[in-house]
């Protein structure tokens, strides 16, 4: 299968590092023009696409702030001309119990992992609705189905991505936009290190997968790039499970 994004333009939401930057970086080496976006340091994923020759752009902004992603869009347009894939990956997950959790900590896990998943889409899909075509792709979780490890602000949101997929494609799908989300499950990316330091315990969770091996980006990347591209246009309101087979072991 050969991914071919030439004359594409991609804006990818939390590109800084992980499956976003991943999803970054296989975007631009199929040919699409990035535009991407977070509040952390985009330098080092800027700076592997232009070292394989790629086209990049960089707008600091914050996912939880409807303006800034409002100017994303705006600002991808006058650069780029036009939005033809948007990837949301945001995300942020701290183990709490729930009886642990401020009304600050959970606006916050609400406003990171759903919240901002709506105000960029609600952006990016004016542009689409006007070429009457893209691609939306949401990265939710298999914590959506599993409850997310008992963390209640993640596992909420990320049921809420569930729901907005199947919304959105009902009402854009018509208008020639497809949307669809893929929900990762033990990858093995900074916030996997973050949630389990010990090198020992990531191992454990390898027990739980039965395919044997923690995921990697590209796992997700690749499923990602599969969506956006014209192999998947009867794919749309999908919620993707690339777990390894341990959602429903």
């Known amino acids: 299968?050969?991914?071919?994004?030439?004359?594409?333009?991609?804006?990818?939401?939390?590109?800084?590092?992980?499956?976003?930057?991943?999803?970054?970086?296989?975007?631009?080496?199929?040919?699409?023009?990035?535009?991407?976006?977070?509040?952390?340091?985009?330098?080092?994923?800027?700076?592997?696409?232009?070292?394989?020759?790629?086209?990049?752009?960089t707008f600091t902004a914050d996912i939880t702030k409807a303006e800034e992603m409002e100017a994303l869009c705006e600002k991808t347009v006058e650069t780029f001309g036009n939005i033809d894939i948007l990837v949301n990956c945001p995300g942020i997950l701290s183990p709490i119990k729930f009886n642990e959790i401020s009304t600050d900590i959970w606006k916050k896990g609400i406003d990171v992992n759903l919240s901002g998943a709506f105000y960029i889409a609600k952006y990016a899909s004016k542009t689409m609705l006007a070429q009457k075509c893209g691609r939306i792709i949401f990265i939710g979780s298999a914590g959506s189905i599993t409850g997310g490890g008992g963390v209640a602000y993640y596992a909420a949101a990320k049921a809420g991505i569930n729901g907005l997929v199947r919304s959105l494609s009902k009402e854009l799908a018509p208008m020639g936009i497809t949307v669809n989300s893929v929900l990762p499950a033990l990858i093995d990316t900074d916030m996997l290190r973050e949630r389990q330091p010990s090198l020992e315990k990531r191992k454990e969770c390898i027990k739980r997968i039965p395919v044997g091996r923690l995921g990697k980006p590209e796992d997700v990347a690749y499923t990602v790039l599969f969506l956006a591209s014209e192999y998947a246009s009867y794919l749309s309101g999908q919620n993707i499970l690339v777990d390894g087979g341990c959602t429903y072991k």
Not at 23 to 51: H, P, Q, R, W, Y
């Open 1 to 57: 299968m050969n991914f071919d994004f030439k004359g594409k333009t991609a804006v990818i939401t939390g590109a800084s590092r992980g499956i976003g930057a991943t999803t970054s970086i296989l975007l631009a080496e199929a040919g699409a023009k990035v535009m991407l976006s977070d509040i952390g340091d985009l330098s080092k994923t800027k700076e592997k696409i232009t070292e394989q020759g790629g086209v990049v752009k």
